[in-house]
Every structure is written in C-alpha cells, then in structure tokens.
C-alpha cells in the first residue's frame, strides 16, 4: 500500500491530521497473509479447547470443523438468547487469516444479516482495517456472542460462558497470528479481567495461554460517538502491526 493510499484509508477513518510523515513512513509495513502457525502453537491451541471443553459444564465442542461448528452455532439453545434472536452470527472472513477481530455480540442490524460488525460500525472498522492495509475479506471477524441480547444489553457471564466454547474452537482452527480485541467486552472476556479498557490498550496479551497475542482497542460504535478517540485506535493498530511484524523476524 502506498502512502497517499493509506492516507486515504486514515482520512476514510477522521484522523489524517493527527498522523505525522514520519510515523506514516515507520508504519507502512506490508502485511503477509499467507503464513501459518507452527505446529507446537496448535498443539498449544488444542490443548486449551480440550481443558476448556472438560471445563465447561454447559456446552461441549468437539474438535469440528468450520463447516460443522458453524452448524453447531446454528442449532445452539445453550443460553435464553436463542429465544430472542432472529439468526445466529457466526463470523466472516478469511480461514486462513493472520488477523481475528473480536467483537462482543451482534446488533440489530448484524441479527438481521447474520454477520459481523455491518452498518456504520463495520463500515468504519474496515476503514480501519484498509489503514493498516486490510481489506475485510483478509481478516476473520467474530463476536464473543453468537446471538444479540436484547435492547443490546451488555452480555451476562453466564451467556459468555455458553458461547466460549465456540468462539475457542473458531481460534483452534484459524490460528491467528494475532487477535485484535475491539470494545471492553470483547477485551475483558477475552482477558478474564474487568480492568477498564483504557488501562488495557498498549500492552500486549495472550489469548488463553496459548501464545496468540492480544490487542485491544476501543470499539468502531464508541469511536463513532467519540471521534476524538480515533487517534488512540490507530496507536492500537500500529501497534499491532508491530506485535505482528515481530512475530515474524
Ligand atoms: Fe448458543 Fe452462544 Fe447463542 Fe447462547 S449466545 S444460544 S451459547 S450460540
């Protein structure tokens, strides 16, 4: 990606004047998608599902594939929001890809469509995405939540805990090279912690012990109420693309 072309992407997201030439220049690394994760990381991966399963007394996953587990989610009843949804959202994207967007759970218009982060939220991640030289179709995006609570309350722990399973199994079989966690939902649930948001973002975690780093930032919706924050998710993106081009070398 050329510069003007991520300038463009960073204009596309409100935060071209706050972007030195310099730091554009530092930041412009080229992303290769095609690599895989060594066989010792899913190992590590496996391992994690399998305690998880024998953890969780509510909802077992088997070592499935896509196809299958997408099935699964389908047909799910584990938590009382199978009886308000209108479709599950299982996730979108590449199953080969580098990059996981977490989310928290599906909205209106995702319960509607049945995908991830559309509407003004999805439209400014991929925005996102496209500054740090990601089409959409290059990451895999999926929520904690398979099913919209409704009046989009916030998850309760007993709905996370049904669901974590799934979402387990989705990191099992992509191997992201790195998660990005967007929102304080997706970053606590993913994290175990209940440590504010803005206390996370900047450092560098590991997704359930297995080696995949986590990153968070704040979430496209609160970004689009909060445009002043916009600056701060693109530290976070770089940032990312940093933790990433260093698993590399
Ligand atoms: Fe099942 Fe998850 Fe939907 Fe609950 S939120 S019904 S656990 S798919």
């Not at 997201?13 to 690599?35: A, L, S």
Request: charged share 25%.
């Amino acid at each position: 990606m050329t510069i003007g072309q991520q300038q463009q992407y960073l204009d596309a997201m409100g935060i071209q004047r706050w972007v030195r030439r310099d730091r554009v220049v530092e930041d412009n690394d080229v992303i290769d998608t095609g690599e895989t994760a060594d066989t010792g990381e899913v190992n590590k991966i496996i391992s994690g599902i399998v305690k998880d399963v024998a953890d969780n007394t509510r909802i077992e996953v088997p070592l499935v594939d896509w196809q299958t587990l997408q099935s699964q989610v389908a047909a799910c009843t584990a938590c009382d929001l199978h009886k308000t949804r209108t479709q599950t959202v299982f996730g979108v994207g590449n199953q080969n890809a580098e990059w996981l967007v977490v989310g928290e759970a599906p909205g209106a218009e995702e319960d509607r469509q049945g995908e991830p982060f559309v509407g003004r939220a999805g439209q400014l991640l991929n925005a996102m995405l496209l500054a740090i030289g990601l089409k959409r179709e290059q990451v895999y995006i999926a929520n904690i939540l398979k099913c919209r609570p409704p009046n989009n309350r916030d998850p309760r722990p007993e709905e996370v805990a049904c669901c974590e399973p799934f979402l387990k199994r989705q990191v099992a079989l992509l191997k992201p090279k790195i998660i990005l966690a967007v929102g304080r939902i997706a970053a606590q649930n993913l994290l175990k912690t209940d440590t504010r948001i803005g206390a996370l973002r900047g450092n560098r975690y590991s997704y359930a012990d297995t080696g995949i780093p986590v990153v968070v930032t704040y979430h496209p919706a609160y970004l689009l109420r909060s445009p002043k924050e916009k600056r701060k998710a693109w530290e976070d993106l770089k940032y990312a693309c940093r933790i990433l081009s260093e698993q590399k070398n």
